[in-house]
């Protein structure tokens, strides 16, 4: 093959072992050499010995299999991420009682409780006024508010008038505000903006030497981490996602509907397929539940379901549910906005 194959982490295919999967399903076999140089294509079992030549051919596993295969384990690999965030967060919770709420000297504890607005604030503050370098940024949700957006825009400007770098992973939601769009347009540096269907919880890391996370559900208290492991384990799960998440600053990528189903009613199928409820699905998308029942409205009508228990049937039966991770691969402020919006 005129590909050659470069190194890359386990679990992922690269261009070589892609061209010679390709022509086995074009021929229904390849020889054993032509695969010698991909040895990806083995462990992700896309292709297998043919039986009735077994040290010649080989041939390949069908593409629906292979791809629905290949996506189980992305989702397995996040939901291993979120596990590992339970896990530490379940570990230093009694460390956590035993935090004071008065602010130390800078450096000095590794994590500490922020209880209430003021103190978080002021904490955010603090790490955008020392920033110079990078900041990452998680937010959850759907649209934002153009009075937060604009309160943002000298503390963004101000970070990236010093040299830093802005990372900012929202909801897809997020790609239909105006005001937000606007935000990062008006931004000058080196800024960008990616969404995904859903996200992990708020998430702030300065520099990856300090980050924010959220303490309480309604977002009254907030952790301040400064332990570098904790760090930096939070950074590989903002980058597991970054990577993941379609483009929509600077360079936006649109993102179009494949059999008169969009992006956002996939991930609502998703959900439905999942039985979760209107609300539910709403949270989760970062939407009102309004526009989740839109949403699911449209899918009855493109599928000619009569029923939801039918909706359901029929969406795992016309094979959307394989394609939506592969979209969105093809493409936080904890209880305040002020640092990252």
Known sequence: MADE???????????????????????????NEAAAHAPCLAGLGLL?????????WLRPAPPAIALSSLLASLADETAELRRREIRLATAF???????????PPEGTRALRVLDGLPVI???????????SGEVLTIQPGGIRPPDRLMAAVPLHQG??????????LYQHTTRYSQATVAHYEELVGDVEVRTLDEVSDRLLVFDRRVAFIPASGDRTAALEIRQPTVVEHLV??????????TPMHPNFAPQPAEDGISIRQRAVA???????????IAVR????????????????TTLGSRSRTQLGYLISRSGMLEHDRSAETSGATTTSERGAT
């Open 159 to 168: 970070m990236l008038s010093r040299g830093a770098r802005m990372r900012t």
């Open 48 to 56: 297998s010995p043919d039986p009735t030549a077994p040290a010649t």
């Open 285 to 300: 998308l970062g939407m009102n539940v309004r526009t989740a029942r839109v949403h699911i409205a449209k899918l009855s």
């Open 270 to 280: 998703t959900l439905l397929a999942e039985g979760l409820t209107d609300n539910e």
């Open 5 to 31: 194959h470069v190194p890359h982490a386990p679990g992922e295919l690269c261009d070589a072992g892609l061209a010679v999967y390709a022509q086995a399903v074009r021929e229904g076999r390849v020889r």
């Open 121 to 131: 604030e002021a904490a955010i503050d603090r790490a955008v006024n020392l920033t």
């Open 236 to 245: 590989r799960v903002f980058h597991h996602l970054w990577r993941r998440a």
């Open 93 to 103: 919770a009694p460390l956590l009682r035993q935090v004071t709420e008065q602010p």
